[in-house]
């Protein structure tokens, strides 16, 4: 009579196999442990101390921060312009208006069984930017102008990356097919302009853009400054991303061009149809990584004058009524690209999960 099958034992199972298997698998991941976990405990408690136990929350000046921890009071009296910049107080509720439109539109990307998410979407693609260009710089249906010389803080962060990276991406994508067209001139141009921009830093296309592109223009026009700066972004980004998107394009087997060509389908549809969609699936992790890159390169505009939330703190702990903060405001800065940056790459490897057809290259 056969013996009934037994369970593993509990040294290979639960959190005690997965310490075994992770943390004390051999004697130099264990001293690698011992000495990661000693570091710990002896850092973790006076990180609490400075971060919570002795820091300071609420006051009504700098002079309330007496303690050893951290100045929290500086974060919450200049929270509103870390936020909006210069925007006037009496009109900021447009910029709360975008950004629970943008909740709206993107929140549900993480919640796998939200219903219709995929048109929350396509409607945080197209929508959203339209409604933010008659909203936010109003001018339009009776709404009083701000000019962009006062927009500032984490709004114009998210400006310069969300338009960035809804503009980079398709212009991109036709960058990197153009590179590996058959027609010669095509080829050439987009070879070109992908290997210039390329090898120009992002600092030298901000000053280019906001010092040189006037003078090529006709005369009598000229963009702000926010737009020659986001030209250059989308310009320079669109180089990054028609490289990654190449990646993709050469990572397709052979015999799926083939097969879509023997189907009758022209150029236009064999690509839209079968390359693409392939592609760029294979490619996610590139894509959302440029996405980052271009999200944390946004810092650079400080350089020609714009205020984002990294300028915005900047300038605020030069005021001598604010002394020795500069901790502070870098950690507050730092948590709110944490935050953005983490969860896209989050909602990327979602994305790769959902999307895993088994194609191996």
């Known amino acids: 009579m056969p013996r009934p099958s037994e369970l593993p034992p509990i040294k290979e199972i639960g959190a005690i196999g997965w310490m075994r298997k992770h943390l004390f698998s051999s004697w130099y991941n264990t001293v690698l442990t011992l000495v990661s976990v000693y570091l710990i405990v002896t850092l973790i408690g006076p990180l609490l101390n400075w971060v919570v136990f002795e820091a300071t929350f609420a006051g009504s000046s700098s002079s309330d921060c007496k303690g ?47 219903p219709a998410r995929k048109y929350f979407g396509l409607f945080g693609m ?121 990646g993709g394009l050469q990572a397709i087997p052979k015999g799926q061009y083939e097969a879509a060509s023997a189907l009758g389908l022209g150029y236009w549809k064999k690509m839209g149809l079968i390359v693409l969609p392939q592609a760029l699936t294979l490619v996610i992790p590139g894509i959302v990584n440029t996405f980052i890159a271009l999200f944390k390169d946004t810092t650079l505009v400080l350089i020609i004058g714009l205020f984002d939330i990294l300028g915005a703190v900047q300038s605020t702990i030069t005021d001598p009524a604010w002394q020795n903060v500069a901790i502070e405001g870098y950690v507050f800065v730092a948590f709110c690209f944490w935050v953005f940056c983490f969860g896209m790459s989050r909602y990327s490897q979602n994305l790769e999960r959902k999307l895993d057809t088994g194609h191996k290259t």
Not at 75 to 97: M, T
Not at 143 to 156: A, D, H, P, T
Not at 169 to 196: N, W
Request: glycine residues 10%; proline residues 5%; charged residues 15%.
């Open 68 to 114: 050893e921890g951290a100045c929290w009071l500086f974060i919450g009296q200049r929270l509103n312009f870390f936020i909006y910049g210069f925007y006037p107080d009496a009109l900021q509720w447009r910029v709360d208006v975008m950004f629970g439109l943008l909740a709206v539109a993107f929140a549900p990307q993480f919640m796998e069984r939200f």
């Open 126 to 246: 197209t929508g959203l930017p339209l409604i933010g260009y008659f909203l936010i710089p109003g001018g339009w249906f009776g709404l009083e102008e701000v000019q962009s010389s006062k927009w500032g803080g984490l709004m114009l962060t998210l400006i310069l990356a969300y338009v960035g990276i809804l503009a980079a991406l398709p212009l991109g994508t036709v960058l990197a097919l153009g590179r590996r067209s058959d027609m010669p001139v095509i080829r050439g141009i987009c070879v070109v302009f992908i290997e210039v921009w390329r090898a120009v830093p992002l600092i030298t296309v901000l000053f280019m853009a906001s010092v040189m592109l006037p003078l090529f223009l006709p005369e009598g026009m000229n963009f702000e400054k926010l737009m020659r700066a986001l030209i250059g972004i989308i310009l320079w980004q669109s180089a990054y991303m028609a490289e990654v998107v190449r």
